[in-house]
């Protein structure tokens, strides 16, 4: 089954800097999904990527999707307050709809 | 267009009683996904559905637990006999069809005393 490792753990970093959570599988990625929970909340989904070498932008959230390497990194500029929360990876495991394999989870502080 | 639509937010019950969790998805969308979040083990995929189909179960433990989601009305995640194991928030999540993106709903947080 697939497994997907996230890194680090946890983050605290201060207001303003920039950061980047990674996303690991352990089987090729058909999809990789990035989603923020916040404490005792729902996921938001943010970002879904599908080709290697694809590269999206929200604000100042950017993912990337490196198929060869099976990996995906999240990248956050300039770090504010409302960025803090848990951010999950989640993965399809063939095409088409499919319940998602999550990792365990990156939780980001964000210091004044 | 309202989001995914969990109720009750939260459920306590006493061991050995049932608990039924709602679902309603986003307008227009007809595959419902069932999740449970434990501490210290993270989101897992239990049950995939389509309207009065099950699709994928192969998350669902084997026993006290079953899922519907019926032509009319909300999809159903049923726990009998509850232990306190299954304290955890349980999501559910939506997407229409030949989209692979799922939305979450606010989530149920079950306790079992």
């Known amino acids: 089954s697939q497994e997907l490792e996230q890194s680090p753990q946890s983050l605290i970093v201060q207001e303003g800097k920039n950061l980047t959570i990674n996303c690991t599988s352990s089987k090729t990625l058909y999809g990789l999904y990035w989603y923020k929970q916040k404490y005792g909340e729902g996921l938001i989904f943010l970002m879904m990527l599908q080709k290697g070498g694809e590269e999206k932008s929200h604000e100042k959230i950017t993912a990337k999707l490196d198929e060869k390497k099976q990996q995906s990194s999240l990248h956050i500029t300039a770090s504010q307050p409302s960025h803090a929360g848990i951010y999950l990876c989640?993965?399809?495991?063939?095409?088409?709809?499919?319940?998602?394999?999550f990792g365990k989870g990156t939780h980001l502080i964000i210091q004044p | 267009n309202a989001g995914v639509m969990q109720n009750p937010r939260h459920l306590v019950r006493r061991r050995g009683q049932e608990a039924r969790l709602r679902c309603s998805p986003m307008?227009?969308?007809?595959?419902v996904y069932w999740y449970r979040q434990l501490p210290e083990e993270g989101l897992k995929f239990m049950v995939y559905?389509?309207?009065?189909?099950?699709?994928?179960e192969s998350g669902m433990p084997k026993e006290r637990f079953s899922a519907e989601f019926p032509k009319e009305g909300p999809s159903i995640l049923r726990i009998q006999q509850v232990v306190r194991g299954d304290s955890a928030a349980y999501f559910c999540?939506?997407?229409?069809?030949?989209?692979?993106?799922?939305?979450f709903g606010p989530g149920t947080r079950l306790t079992v005393l």
């Open positions: 307008k227009g969308h007809s595959h």
């Open positions: 559905l389509q309207k009065e189909n099950i699709i994928d």
């Open positions: 999540a939506s997407s229409p069809p030949f989209v692979d993106t799922q939305y």
């Open positions: 989640g993965a399809t495991s063939g095409g088409g709809a499919d319940g998602l394999t």
